[in-house]
């Protein structure tokens, strides 16, 4: 029997037993409306109002009253790792720049690996390491909570 769910508990809350869990990677997380297939091959319709990015932890409130729990895969990254403050700085500049999902920590910044960028990170004096671990990606300016794509918005990259 197909599921129906059109709300999120974000985050879900601690002892909630949920239904299934299912298993998404960063850009699989940004939805509205979609088919999820279970583990047990039942399916839930994810219908909301406006799109989200789904956290690792986010509960699905399915039409039974029922919950699917969100969990972020592992994905393959680097772990860039910066000489001080200032520089994590300056790195997390460069990529934003670039457009490229990041997740920005107080020590270090993690991307999905792209050997062009980590060339131009080493080249900035970043350290880099492959880890393969759950990506949150910070969501964008034009994002927003509901985030449809980039927007109209007008600079020069040099």
Same mark, same amino acid.
């Given at each position: 029997?197909? !599921? ?6 974000? @985050? ?7 239904? +299934?869990?299912? #298993? ?8 509205? %409306? ?10 839930? /319709?994810?219908? $909301? ?5 789904? &956290? +690792? *932890? ?12 969100? &969990? &972020?895969? =592992?994905?393959?990254? !680097? ?7 200032? +520089? ?14 990041? =997740?920005? %920590? =107080? ?7 792209? @050997?062009?960028?980590? #060339? /131009? $990170? =080493? *080249?900035? *004096? ?14 964008? #300016? !034009? ?5 449809? *794509?980039?927007?109209? +918005? ?5």
């Amino acid at each position: 029997m197909p !599921y129906r769910s059109t709300k999120i508990l974000s @985050p879900g809350p601690a002892g909630t037993v949920p239904l +299934h869990t299912i #298993a998404l990677a960063h850009d699989q997380r940004h939805l509205r %409306r979609k088919l999820l297939h279970l583990p047990d091959d039942d399916v839930v /319709m994810l219908d $909301l109002k406006e799109a989200v990015m789904l &956290a +690792h *932890g986010d509960l699905l409130v399915l039409d039974t009253g029922e919950h699917v729990r969100i &969990a &972020a895969t =592992e994905e393959a990254l !680097y772990d860039i790792r910066p000489h001080d403050r200032q +520089h994590l700085t300056e790195l997390a500049w460069h990529l934003g720049n670039r457009h490229l999902p990041a =997740e920005l %920590r =107080e020590d270090r910044i993690l991307i999905v690996r792209d @050997p062009v960028i980590k #060339a /131009m $990170l =080493e *080249g900035l *004096g970043a350290t880099v390491h492959e880890v393969t671990e759950p990506f949150h990606p910070m969501r964008g #300016a !034009y994002h927003g909570t509901g985030g449809h *794509g980039h927007g109209h +918005h007008h600079h020069q990259h040099g």
